[in-house]
């Protein structure tokens, strides 16, 4: 799940030096997803390099407008880390994903209900699966990250 973007940075260079292969694709909500919009605006999905990107901050990362969702942990209204989340995605072949708040919600009654003692932000990371699910193949290994501690 992604906020500010701090975790999401640290979390793929960690993966990028012990799990090269695995891919980062960084969840907001659909009430508050500036990195989204921001990979969007820069066509990020192409060949650009994030140093190129710095430089265009303020047309690209802009602040959104009236943050909401019940995963109110990752509502900031900026993603202040967004070119290490950026650097992440790109290097691993990630992107980012959107979550509907149907899903947010749906992620955080399923993790309950498995025994994870989260909060709709630390289950956001499902709510991303849940929303890609189609584009996953049975086969497949993933990893979500489930942080902090319900309310």
Known sequence: ??????????LGAGLADTSPTTRLHAVQTEGCAPLARAWTRAGAGGSRHVADLGGKWGDLMTVW????????????????DWLGVFAAMMASGGAPVVAAEADVLRAHSLARAAGFDVSPTGSAGLAGLLAIRQAVDDRERVAVVMSGVGR
């Open 1 to 10: 799940q992604v906020g500010g973007g701090a975790f999401a940075a640290c």
């Open 65 to 80: 407008d009236d943050p909401r969702s019940i995963a109110d942990g990752i509502l900031d209204d900026e993603t202040y």
